[in-house]
């Protein structure tokens, strides 16, 4: 025998002579031989085993014949390998044991029993083994597939795989979930078919610029099947895919990131503070608000893909480099205070916050400039009138807040220099928000 493991033979045979023989012919060390000597005890013992390799049945069996027993197995779906032995050398026999799924035949009338039982069992041994490979193999394709299926399904973004003609060869449960489609409604479509009808054109093309290697990202909307557009990033690689070529394509839902965005920009746009993004590592200006050009007196064309150095907006260069080393210690500034240079080359008195973030993988800064030149007018005047009291600042801010009304004091713009707790609870406001500024300014008309 040439096995390398045991091998399970059932035998199925009446006359204990010829089991004998045949136990005999082919017992070594790797055979396994189970005997039955009836049809109906070898149809129960074969309708519940699986791990068995070779069945050998003779056909005159008490209670039922081996054609009856292999009949009976087909029909219930067991699929064993049987080798049909019989006295009967009538070839009409062999041939109905064949039709109801013997794979071969041995005669024992044949002069070479012997030899041609250990051959046959040789031969369907071998192809038992191939065949067990294979399942074998294919069981772990299965499971291979079955687990890749599982990995993409427990993915939230949406993906799938596209041909070279941009035609949908598999999709995760996330796009059959959020887009509403069945597998059979979305499979060997074109790509196009879940973007918005009027930006096909689009899709068709930049399907062919990302298979030749142009483009790797799109920004253009998921489709559901109810006419509602879903904002989506999505990114684009080339692979293989059951030995062809395919892009595998991932798409983020962006849809909150976009809300965000589109919140910011109105806060950005809306802001009575100036408002600027540069880049981090030259200064250049991405954009800046209407608050930032009126403090600066330049025009949004005027700044945009320029530097401060080349605007000549900082008094002291140097005070860039301020801040930068600030947000590289902490992580962020906060009013730090910078002299500014107007269009008109005024020099106006400014407060700094600044804060890193991230765009297109590029670092960014975002500034939040306050114009606080009247509040320094505004406290040089109080620090001449305290000279000219001959009194000290925090004897006089004392002496304010220990008054048991509400105390203020102005100059003759109206602009509050000094007020007390009391006047500012009157306000609503904190003390710092009130010096600098009129009554007019403090309180809004109803």
Same mark, same amino acid.
């Given at each position: 025998?040439?096995?390398?493991?045991?091998?399970?033979?059932?035998?199925?045979?009446?006359?204990?002579?010829?089991?004998?023989?045949?136990?005999?012919?082919?017992?070594?060390?790797?055979?396994?031989?189970?005997?039955?000597?009836?049809?109906?005890?070898?149809?129960?013992?074969?309708?519940?085993?699986?791990?068995?390799?070779?069945?050998?049945?003779?056909?005159?069996?008490?209670?039922?014949?081996?054609?009856?027993?292999?009949?009976?197995?087909?029909?219930?779906?067991?699929?064993?390998?049987?080798?049909?032995?019989?006295?009967?050398?009538?070839?009409?026999?062999?041939?109905?044991?064949?039709?109801?799924?013997?794979?071969?035949?041995?005669?024992?009338?044949?002069?070479?029993?012997?030899?041609?039982?250990?051959?046959?069992?040789?031969?369907?041994?071998?192809?038992?083994?191939?065949?067990?490979?294979?399942?074998?193999?294919?069981?772990?394709?299965?499971?291979?597939?079955?687990?890749?299926?599982?990995?993409?399904?427990?993915?939230?973004?949406?993906?799938?795989?596209?041909?070279?003609?941009?035609?949908?060869?598999?999709?995760?449960?996330?796009?059959?979930?959020?887009?509403?489609?069945?597998?059979?409604?979305?499979?060997?479509?074109?790509?196009?078919?879940?973007?918005?009808?009027?930006?096909?054109?689009?899709?068709?093309?930049?399907?062919?610029?990302?298979?030749?290697?142009?483009?790797?990202?799109?920004?253009?909307?998921?489709?559901?099947?109810?006419?509602?557009?879903?904002?989506?990033?999505?990114?684009?690689?080339?692979?293989?895919?059951?030995?062809?070529?395919? *892009?595998?394509?991932?798409?983020? =839902? !962006? $849809?909150?990131?976009?809300?965000? %965005? &589109? @919140?910011?920009?109105?806060? /950005?746009? #809306?802001?009575?503070?100036?408002?600027?993004?540069?880049?981090?590592?030259?200064?250049?200006?991405?954009?800046?608000?209407?608050?930032?050009?009126?403090?600066?007196?330049?025009?949004?064309?005027?700044?945009?893909?320029?530097?401060?150095?080349?605007?000549?907006?900082?008094?002291?260069?140097?005070?860039?480099?301020?801040?930068?080393?600030?947000?590289?210690?902490?992580?962020?500034?906060?009013?730090?205070?910078?002299?500014?240079?107007?269009?008109?080359?005024?020099?106006?008195?400014?407060?700094?916050?600044?804060?890193?973030?991230?765009?297109?993988?590029?670092?960014? *800064?975002?500034?939040?400039?306050? =114009? !606080? $030149?009247?509040?320094?007018?505004? %406290? &040089? @005047?109080?620090?001449?009138? /305290?000279? #000219?009291?001959?009194?000290?600042?925090?004897?006089?801010?004392?002496?304010?807040?220990?008054?048991?009304?509400?105390?203020?004091?102005?100059?003759?713009?109206?602009?509050?220099?000094?007020?007390?707790?009391?006047?500012?609870?009157?306000?609503?406001?904190?003390?710092?928000?009130?010096?600098?500024?009129?009554?007019?300014?403090?309180?809004?008309?109803?």
């Amino acid at each position: 025998m040439i096995p390398d493991e045991f091998i399970n033979i059932v035998l199925v045979e009446d006359d204990p002579a010829q089991a004998e023989l045949m136990v005999y012919l082919l017992k070594d060390e790797l055979t396994k031989i189970k005997t039955i000597t009836n049809g109906k005890d070898a149809l129960a013992y074969l309708l519940v085993q699986e791990n068995i390799d070779i069945v050998l049945m003779d056909n005159n069996l008490p209670y039922m014949s081996g054609i009856e027993v292999i009949r009976e197995l087909r029909i219930q779906k067991r699929q064993h390998a049987i080798i049909f032995v019989s006295a009967d050398s009538d070839i009409k026999t062999v041939i109905k044991a064949m039709r109801e799924g013997a794979i071969d035949f041995i005669l024992k009338t044949s002069p070479d029993f012997k030899a041609e039982i250990v051959k046959v069992v040789e031969k369907i041994y071998r192809l038992q083994s191939k065949r067990k490979q294979q399942l074998e193999l294919e069981k772990k394709i299965r499971l291979s597939e079955e687990n890749y299926r599982n990995l993409l399904n427990k993915i939230d973004d949406f993906l799938y795989v596209l041909d070279e003609t941009g035609k949908i060869l598999q999709v995760n449960n996330t796009v059959l979930n959020r887009l509403h489609y069945l597998p059979e409604e979305i499979l060997d479509k074109h790509i196009s078919f879940i973007h918005p009808p009027e930006q096909k054109n689009e899709v068709e093309c930049l399907i062919q610029e990302m298979f030749a290697g142009k483009i790797r990202t799109s920004f253009i909307p998921l489709y559901t099947s109810e006419g509602q557009r879903i904002s989506v990033e999505t990114r684009i690689n080339r692979s293989i895919w059951n030995g062809r070529s395919v *892009l595998f394509g991932l798409s983020k =839902d !962006i $849809t909150s990131l976009r809300n965000s %965005e &589109e @919140k910011f920009a109105k806060a /950005f746009g #809306s802001s009575p503070s100036g408002m600027a993004i540069s880049t981090l590592n030259d200064g250049k200006f991405i954009d800046i608000n209407d608050s930032f050009c009126r403090i600066t007196g330049f025009t949004y064309d005027d700044i945009v893909g320029k530097t401060g150095k080349e605007l000549n907006i900082y008094e002291n260069y140097e005070d860039r480099a301020k801040v930068l080393n600030e947000i590289l210690t902490k992580g962020f500034a906060r009013n730090i205070e910078i002299p500014l240079r107007r269009k008109n080359s005024k020099i106006i008195y400014t407060m700094f916050s600044g804060d890193v973030f991230n765009i297109a993988n590029e670092l960014c *800064l975002l500034i939040v400039v306050t =114009d !606080i $030149t009247e509040r320094k007018k505004t %406290e &040089e @005047k109080v620090k001449q009138m /305290f000279d #000219s009291l001959q009194i000290s600042e925090s004897r006089f801010k004392t002496l304010l807040n220990n008054i048991p009304f509400q105390a203020w004091l102005k100059d003759q713009e109206g602009r509050h220099l000094a007020v007390n707790g009391q006047f500012a609870d009157f306000i609503g406001k904190p003390i710092a928000d009130i010096i600098g500024k009129t009554i007019f300014e403090l309180v809004e008309p109803e």
